[in-house]
């Protein structure tokens, strides 16, 4: 075997192995939701939750151009009964806008028409990774000792881009880009219920 044909073969052995090491893909982790904590706070059932979201190129090259991004988190929580299907006890969602002005070279970062300056895109991110006192109910709507089950996920809203946009994500698998929905159940005690 020749000394070309060596080292062929060895750079097809090393590109080989490189697909397999983790996180050798150029776009990142598959999104997806890592934790959710739901917790009362001041009589109000608040979720919490830290979610892996890494943008691929396209996108962060959009963001960087001016086009705000959009993510939506959508939030169902339901109570098991035996007797019929689960009962539907909260059915949200909340987005976050996301923009980059070229003018004045400031990202901002928040949910609906409130947003605040952020340093970077990453740091824009960060808020839609970490959601944080997120009131989604009353918290007199749920029964001490009772198990409730909840599912979320997060999502590049396409459907709030501008049109031209709109179009294109149709067309390109870049834009679509959701957390697949992730379970979790919680049980609230009587002292959550019952702060006083």
Known sequence: ??????????????SALLSFVP???????????????PIVRDGK??????????????LRDAAQRGVPLYFTADLTITRERWWWFDKSLVDTSRTWRIVYNALTRQWRAGVGELSFPVASLDDAMGVVRHVRNWPVA???????????????????????????????????????????????????????????
């Open 45 to 58: 059932l608040e979720i919490d939750a830290d979610i892996e979201f890494v943008l691929n190129d396209q």
């Open 1 to 14: 075997m020749s000394i070309i044909s060596r080292l062929f073969l060895g750079l097809l052995v090393v």
């Open 138 to 196: 009353d918290a007199s709507e749920f029964d001490a000792g009772v198990l409730y089950g909840g599912q979320l996920r997060l999502r590049l809203d396409t459907s709030m881009l501008p049109r031209p946009f709109q179009v294109n994500a149709l067309n390109s698998s870049s834009w679509v880009q959701a957390t697949p929905w992730t379970d979790f159940s919680f049980v609230l005690s009587d002292k959550e219920k019952d702060p006083s």
């Open 23 to 37: 996180g050798g893909d150029a776009h990142g982790a598959e999104p997806k939701v890592t934790q959710v904590y």
